[in-house]
């Protein structure tokens, strides 16, 4: 306490962190330390200027304590191990803190064109009218009849477009997809219980697929969903 750098240090953080601060007081210390008759306690530092970045009590359970600021600083002076570690950690924490910076700019870049391209995404993501052709093709695997009425093509054809891909049709789909795919193989079963062809099925499902995406589409819970698939993906 009786070091000018000490004293520097003290009023140069209370000065950014206290607005009660009494500069004149501080000012008097500030000339008077360095010298041999100069005696300073942090008690008295803190009665006579209003400061805060140091508490001090008497007593058996006493002691002085100091801001983070203040103690790292000070123990940056003790130790010069310590304070190439300090140095070291702050240069860390620095580089998480940009790569977090770079990751949440590129997470709202996403969103802005998740956002422009709304009505574009809208109309790949319903389902089309599957015409005469399609529907009177019969699918030897039922798991196919699903992904026409949604995906309007089987996984074979899938497969042959995207060869490039690892997985299925289904492992691309989106959460609203899913959704709408379960609902649809529920819906399935029961036509298939009631002894309904494949080409009426189909149909039906078409229809009802075109019907819940345009709903499943609209809805908020569905599109945070999404969003948080796609943060997984990123």
Known sequence: MRSKNTIELLGLWEKLNNQNF???????????????????????????????????????????????????????????????????????????????????????????????????????????????????????????VLNMALFGKTAKQWRDENKEEKGNIRDYANVSQLVCLANLENLNAVYISEGLEQCERLVKLNQIAISQMKILLQDGRTKKLDNEQNKKID
């Open 22 to 144: 009494k500069q004149v007081e501080f000012d008097l210390f500030k000339n008077e330390a360095g010298f041999n008759h100069f005696v300073l306690s942090p008690q008295k530092w803190i009665e006579a200027t209003n400061a805060i970045g140091l508490q001090s009590k008497s007593g058996r359970y006493g002691g002085t304590y100091a801001h983070i600021d203040i103690a790292l600083e000070f123990a940056s002076w003790v130790s010069v191990e310590f304070k190439f570690y300090l140095i070291k950690e702050f240069q860390f924490l620095k580089s998480q803190q940009a790569k977090e910076l770079d990751w949440n700019i590129k997470r709202k870049l996403t969103q802005i064109n998740y956002h422009i391209h709304t009505d574009a995404i809208k109309q790949n993501l319903i389902p089309q009218n599957l015409n005469k052709k399609h529907i009177s093709f019969v699918y030897a695997n039922e798991a196919d």
